[in-house]
Nanobody, 124 residues
């Protein structure tokens, strides 16, 4: 049974940084893509970043809105996914969700496994 548990959210001032973690169980990173999504009240959940891990390395992609500020990474030995966020702005306020799927992680419609979310609040 796949389980995803996020942590690391909190409140920061604009320009600050946070690192989110997602502890996973029941999956092998090499067989799944892993991703972060975020959602604010009244808006659709949006994709943030995806990583695919293989025995020879990993590849990642990110949304234009966070490219250069957010970095996704994975530690297979710890079964943990991370999202390092710098230069945060109030536009980054959202509930952040960890996600996993065997085939595709770039769309809410395709992702099968979700965490419960961790809140990020950025004040101006």
């Amino acid at each position: 049974q796949v389980q995803l548990v996020e942590s690391g959210g909190g409140s920061v001032q604009a320009g600050g940084s946070l690192r989110l973690s997602c502890a996973t169980s029941g999956l092998f990173f090499s067989f799944y893509c892993m991703a972060w999504f975020r959602q604010t009240p009244g808006k659709e959940r949006e994709w943030v970043s995806t990583i695919e891990v293989s025995p020879i390395g990993s590849t990642s992609t990110s949304a234009d809105s966070v490219n250069g500020r957010f970095t996704i990474s994975a530690d297979s030995a710890k079964n943990t996914l991370y999202l390092a966020m710098i230069s945060l702005t109030p536009e980054d306020n959202a509930m952040y969700y960890c996600a996993a799927d065997r085939w595709s992680c770039n769309s809410v419609s395709y992702v099968k496994y979700w965490g419960q979310g961790t809140q990020v609040t950025v004040s101006s």
